[in-house]
């Protein structure tokens, strides 16, 4: 089975830099996509950013300029690097990994903590 495992998140000051790691147990390139997700506490999970098979990027206006999404393919890992953090940006951060293989297919990780101090 598939399985998508997220680690990085911590504390920060604001305007400080976290870099979050997705690492998958396939190779990324059988995902149609990545990306990430985050959901703060009474707000509801939104898409931050996501990496198509053919690698090109995607962001949510939010965190456009201060994150980037990239992959590394040899390690089977997506990364998001989170520059000029903000205090809004303190969430539950999910990698989600999609897959066709005769159905359409998510896997989610389990998720990882990035708190933003003022």
């Known amino acids: 089975q598939v399985q998508v495992v997220e680690s990085g998140g911590g504390f920060v000051q604001a305007g400080g830099a976290l870099r979050l790691s997705c690492a998958a147990s396939?190779?990324?390139?059988?995902?149609?996509?990545m990306g990430w997700y985050r959901q703060a506490p009474g707000k509801q999970r939104e898409m931050v950013a996501f990496?198509?098979?053919?690698?090109?990027?995607n962001y949510a206006d939010s965190v456009k300029g201060r994150f980037t999404i990239s992959r590394d393919n040899a390690k089977n890992t997506v990364y998001l690097q989170m520059n000029s953090l903000k205090p809004e940006d303190t969430a539950i951060y999910s990698c989600?990994?999609?897959?066709?293989?005769?159905?359409?297919?998510?896997?989610w990780g389990q998720g990882t903590q990035v708190t933003v101090s003022s």
């Open positions: 989600r990994a999609r897959l066709y293989s005769g159905n359409w297919r998510d896997y």
């Open positions: 990496i198509t098979s053919g690698g090109s990027p």
């Open positions: 396939r190779s990324i390139l059988d995902f149609n996509n």
